[in-house]
């Protein structure tokens, strides 16, 4: 049974589409996390949300907007897609924002931008 | 600024052949370490936290230490199923997000 799931796993779509991309977590977690990971295997937070509510926006571009229906989901929607935006994104789970816990890492959603 | 500096990059090893990588970090006011593993196409995978300078934790051939300044992930008599890329983050206190360093790829031939 997976934890953190996220779809779709790979993900191909022209220059100014808008797509989407939804992540599910079973743990009972209150925090859940958006990291994109580049093409040299960097991973960067982008957002973060604590039991619904936006804690963290890291300087991304505004053609990103993130939802949260419930604290088990956290959405990423994404806006007239551009080819910079090409890397692969990965939802995360974490007990507590306040509790030094460790995150759990959905399988990740490869995004290509065409 | 928090930052994560992993070293190698790139590991080669021949199984059997042990060896260390590196993390360094500067952090304000550390509140946690972390060492995962990343499997290609695959999602980061949780293997150790550690959070005072001195602690050390184990699980089979991997033993993550720290110190004040860096971490380092010790492989014992490593198999080739080892192989991947091993990622170090810290947790500051900047807020409830993980940094993280560029990872060390791990190859171990047989």
Not at chain 2, 81 to 86: C, F, G, L, Q
Request: proline share 4%; glycine share 8%.
């Amino acid at each position: 049974d997976t934890a953190v799931s996220q779809t779709p796993k790979y993900l191909v779509t022209q220059m100014g589409n808008d797509k989407s991309i939804k992540c599910e977590q079973n743990l009972g977690h209150d925090t859940m996390y958006w990291y994109k990971q580049d093409s040299k295997k960097f991973l960067k937070i982008m957002f973060s949300y604590n039991n619904k509510e936006l804690i963290i926006n890291e300087t991304v571009p505004n053609r990103f907007s993130p939802k949260s229906p419930d604290k088990a989901h956290l959405n990423l929607h994404i806006n007239s897609l551009e080819l910079g935006d090409s890397a692969v994104y990965f939802c995360a789970s974490s007990q507590q924002m306040n509790m030094n816990t460790e995150a759990f890492f959905g399988q990740g959603t490869r995004l290509t931008v065409v | 600024e928090d930052q994560v500096t992993q070293s190698p990059e790139a590991l080669r090893l021949q199984e059997g052949e042990s060896s260390s990588l590196n993390c360094s970090y500067t952090v304000s006011g550390l509140r946690g370490l972390f060492w995962y593993r990343q499997d290609p196409g695959k999602g980061p995978e949780f293997l150790f936290t550690l959070y005072s300078a001195g602690e050390e934790k184990e699980k089979e051939r991997l033993k993550a230490t720290l110190t004040k300044k860096e971490s380092f992930l010790h492989i014992t008599a490593p198999k080739p199923e080892d192989s991947a890329t091993y990622l170090c983050a810290v947790l500051g206190n900047q807020g409830g997000k993980l940094i993280f360093g560029q990872g060390t790829e791990l190859s171990v031939k047989p």
